[in-house]
């Protein structure tokens, strides 16, 4: 299955700034993306879907000025959490899918954010 | 709107012993199903996936089943190991599209 990969692992800072999360497949071509916040105790709730070279597709409830989302490359997507807030603070999952890849969802390691 | 629940939500079993952990989701119309593991902090790994037409998939001591009709699925896990420790996910794919429904886990402890 395909590799992938998030950065950083884990990230604190101060409410207020914006924080950059990247994923990367490492040896898969994405074509498309996907997103994933998870409160402790809870599901996986998707946030967006972005495919390669498009704009990001959000789910009712997420602000997609607070949370940008960029899939400029078949390996790279980035998202950004703009001024955080505490309520911010999460384990963030992006997951990968693509011609390739038949069925299966690949997802990161994931990245834990917390906002002071 | 797709519901996906799991029960229990957590159970602990000795070493050895089978067991079977359950999903189940309101929707019926499902492109296919898939069964993650995701350990403390960590991303998610697939186990094994089921398009809409199988019954079952089966990998080494794994083999999970769907009952589409009655939106049910089930994990059966032999033999358990301390090392089969983790949550496990079911997730539901609904159509062409590549969203997931996921529910909120089984939390397993197999203890030596």
């Known amino acids: 299955g395909a590799v992938v990969s998030q950065h950083p692992s884990r990230v604190i800072c101060k409410s207020g700034t914006s924080v950059k999360i990247e994923c990367r497949s490492l040896?898969?071509?994405?074509?498309?993306m996907f997103w994933y916040r998870q409160f402790p105790k809870q599901s996986l709730m998707l946030m967006a879907t972005?495919?390669?070279?498009?704009?990001?597709?959000?789910e009712q409830g997420v602000e997609k000025d607070k949370f940008l989302i960029n899939h400029a490359s078949l390996t790279l997507s980035t998202l950004t959490v703009t001024s955080a807030h505490p309520e911010d603070s999460s384990f963030y999952i992006c997951?990968?899918?693509?011609?390739?890849?038949?069925?299966?969802?690949?997802f990161g390691p994931g990245t834990r954010l917390t906002v002071l | 709107k797709q519901e996906v629940t799991q029960i229990p939500a957590a159970l602990s079993v000795p070493e050895g012993e089978n067991l079977v952990l359950n999903c189940s989701f309101t929707?019926?119309?499902?492109?296919?199903l898939q069964w993650f593991r995701q350990d403390p902090g960590k991303g998610l790994t697939s186990l094994l996936l089921?398009?809409?037409?199988?019954r079952e998939q089966t990998s080494g001591r794994l083999n999970a089943s769907l009952d589409k009709s009655s939106g049910r699925s089930t994990l059966y896990i032999a033999a358990s190991q301390p090392g089969d420790s983790a949550t496990y996910l079911c997730?539901?794919?609904?159509?062409?599209?590549?969203?997931?429904?996921f529910g909120k886990g089984t939390l397993l402890t197999v203890n030596p």
């Open positions: 997951s990968v899918t693509g011609t390739s890849g038949g069925d299966t969802q690949y």
């Open positions: 040896d898969f071509q994405a074509t498309t």
């Open positions: 972005s495919n390669e070279g498009s704009k990001a597709t959000y």
């Open positions: 929707d019926s119309a499902i492109y296919n």
């Open positions: 089921i398009q809409s037409s199988q």
């Open positions: 997730a539901v794919r609904p159509g062409s599209n590549y969203k997931l429904t």
